[in-house]
C-alpha cells in the first residue's frame, strides 16, 4: 500500500500560482489544491514508502522558490 501525504503549504505573497505549477509537475503529487485559510496550497503526495516522502518534501519541495513553510499531515488509514 501506497505512503500518502497531505502537505499545508504557506507561499510567499504573489508566489501561489507559480509553486502550485510547480508542485504539479512532480509525479508523486496527486493533486495540488489552492486554497483560502491559513495555508495557500494543500497538496496530496503517494510514493512507495515513508523515506520517499521525506526526499520529497526535503529534497524536492524545499527547492522550490516561494514556499514558506510546509506541514506535513500522514495518512494512517484510507
Known amino acids: ?5 497531505y502537505i499545508l ?3 510567499s505573497v504573489g508566489k501561489t500560482s507559480e509553486v502550485a505549477a510547480e508542485l504539479k ?3 508523486m503529487m496527486k493533486s495540488v489544491d489552492t ?3 491559513p495555508f495557500d ?3 496530496v503526495a503517494e510514493a512507495d ?8 518534501i526535503s529534497d524536492g519541495m524545499h527547492s522550490i522558490s516561494g514556499i514558506v ?4 499531515c500522514l495518512s494512517v488509514r484510507s
Open 35 to 37: 486554497v483560502t485559510g
Open 9 to 11: 503549504i504557506e507561499t
Open 69 to 72: 513553510k510546509t506541514i506535513t
Open 49 to 56: 514508502d515513508l523515506p520517499s516522502i521525506g526526499d520529497l
Open 1 to 5: 500500500m501506497a505512503t500518502r501525504a
Open 41 to 43: 496550497i494543500i497538496a
Open 25 to 27: 509537475e512532480i509525479a
